[in-house]
């Protein structure tokens, strides 16, 4: 089984940045992802690395101003966000896939395995 702790939440002005870290352990995986999930709104895709390829995949609300690099000697993926927006505003998780899953289903929160427990980020205007 695959733990995933979160930590980098926090308060942040719009047009501020923020790192998120997922730290994983306990097994191997195949593909880590971001999702966030606002008051009163269902979960959302916002990005996802492939372990090996080092593919990367963003939704387009964050595309130019999110990246997902990862550090595998520490078997951590991180979340630089730049460019903060209101909207941003969320709980953030990070999950991964255990084994390949095809493109369309990286996107479907549905297609992963396991969870963090997420971590807050709030953005002010």
């Known amino acids: 089984q695959v733990q995933l702790v979160e930590s980098g939440g926090g308060l942040v002005q719009a047009g501020g940045s923020l790192r998120l870290s997922c730290a994983a352990s306990g097994g191997s995986f195949n593909t880590m992802g971001w999702f966030r999930q606002a008051p009163g709104k269902e979960r959302e895709f916002v990005s996802a690395?492939?372990?090996?390829?080092?593919?990367?995949y963003y939704a387009d609300s964050v595309k130019g101003r999110f990246t997902i690099p990862r550090d595998n000697a520490k078997n951590t993926v991180y979340l630089q966000m730049n460019s903060l927006k209101p909207e941003d505003t969320a709980l953030y998780y990070c999950a991964v896939v255990r084994t390949y899953i095809v493109t369309t289903f990286i996107t479907k929160a549905t297609s992963y395995d396991y969870w963090g427990q997420g971590t807050q980020v709030t953005v002010s205007s």
């Open positions: 690395i492939r372990w090996i390829s080092v593919t990367t």
